[in-house]
């Protein structure tokens, strides 16, 4: 996996509020609500705090590989890597919850030949993470989530 960067600051309460209102509606309603933004379908992972050991619970747009999905460690385009990505880079044990199936997984950080053609079908499939990778001097990491027993 490649070298993180340091750990983002902590989100503003407003927006932590915000955000466990969406997951709790997200799982209530198996994904009904909350489970797109846009044409880019959410989903739920979560990883180990790396420092913490403490379960966390994050929303993220997702696409697929196949039948393997895969996230964007993209962070809004900041030179930092989302403290999720640090995280299940420590323990790449992850769940997430698709709809309304919730399943474990481990995370594997795409390989530079994988991560190309797979930016290639993000940009074409959400035009928006285009210039995500421009206005930062990290590439970005695309995170492939393999079925677990």
Do not use: C
């Amino acid at each position: 996996m490649s070298a993180p960067t340091s750990a983002p600051r902590r989100a503003p309460l407003p927006q932590r509020l915000a955000m466990s209102l969406w997951v709790s509606l997200y799982r209530l309603s198996s994904g009904a609500i909350g489970g797109r933004m846009g044409s880019t379908r959410i989903l739920l992972l979560t990883t180990t705090g790396r420092k913490s050991g403490k379960e966390h619970v994050v929303l993220l747009g997702y696409f697929k590989d196949g039948e393997t999905p895969f996230v964007v460690a993209s962070h809004g385009g900041s030179d930092n890597h989302p403290a999720w990505y640090l995280n299940l880079v420590a323990h790449p044990q992850v769940v997430a919850q698709i709809g309304g199936k919730r399943a474990p997984y481990t995370a594997e950080v795409a390989s530079p030949d994988e991560r190309a053609r797979l930016w290639a079908q993000v940009i074409a499939t959400a035009p928006s993470y285009a210039p995500l990778q421009q206005t930062t001097t990290r590439e970005i990491p695309i995170v492939l989530l393999r079925p677990r027993a």
